[in-house]
């Protein structure tokens, strides 16, 4: 089993509708959770961390971590054309010690049509 | 403030050679990582440097090297290079040793023929 798994995709969306992105890990005791966004030949970018139980709103973002059943959300609302790329899950895993070591996803690739 | 810049942008390098890439961290982070990103795949974490000590050394072979120096700017080296080395290498800085909010350079892409 995968540390940390994604649905590669693609995810296809109608411009403006609500993209649900979502992410399960295998670490029961993970403690930090990021969500980066890669467009096609980029380097990620960070769109929102979450260390707690429950949602977090950034703009039209917003993360949800569930860590009862190790599930971690990213929604995208009113979703525009711009945001279609490839959405990263990542994960700082309990034995990771005093590292920063990140484990991710393999990317779930989001296409908004106009 | 300037963000995470790494050179070379993109090298092409034949199986048996070495390259080395650099990487500079954001001003006052101290810690470099380095992740392989081969296409189509989540990156994979590579080595992490704090304060010029290894902190984290990901499932890769004794072929690849890193260093940090004084100033924070770190180096990825790789020896006897193979096709499978083929990927993009990025750097990620971050302000504490433990990694919260890591932001990523543009990385270096490496294409081994």
């Known amino acids: 089993q995968k540390e940390v798994e994604q649905n590669s995709g693609p995810l296809s969306v109608p411009e403006g509708a609500i993209a649900s992105l979502n992410c399960t890990y295998s670490?029961?005791?993970?403690?930090?959770f990021f969500w980066y966004r890669q467009y096609s030949g980029k380097s990620p970018e960070l769109i929102m961390s979450?260390?707690?139980?429950g949602d977090k709103e950034d703009g039209r973002f917003t993360a949800q971590l569930n860590k009862a059943s190790q599930y971690v959300s990213l929604l995208i609302r009113d979703s525009q054309p711009s945001d279609s790329a490839t959405y990263l899950c990542?994960?700082?895993?309990?034995?990771?010690?005093?590292?920063?070591?990140?484990?991710f996803g393999q990317g779930t690739t989001l296409q908004v049509k106009p | 403030d300037a963000g995470v810049t790494q050179s070379p942008t993109h090298l092409i390098k034949t199986r048996g050679q070495h390259v080395t890439l650099r990487c500079s961290p954001i001003?006052?982070?101290?810690?470099v990582s380095w992740y392989q990103q081969v296409l189509g795949q989540g990156p994979q974490f590579i080595f992490q440097?704090?304060?010029?000590?290894?902190?984290g050394r990901g499932n890769f072979p004794d072929r690849f090297s890193a260093r940090q120096f004084p100033n924070y700017s770190s180096e990825l080296n790789v020896n006897a290079l193979l096709l499978g080395d083929s990927a993009l290498y990025l750097c990620a800085s971050s302000s504490t040793v433990y990694g919260e909010t890591q932001y990523f350079g543009p990385g270096t892409r490496l294409l081994v023929l």
């Open positions: 001003s006052g982070h101290k810690s």
């Open positions: 979450i260390y707690s139980n």
């Open positions: 670490d029961r005791g993970s403690q930090s």
């Open positions: 440097y704090y304060e010029k000590e290894e902190r």
């Open positions: 990542a994960a700082r895993l309990t034995g990771s010690g005093n590292t920063g070591k990140l484990i």
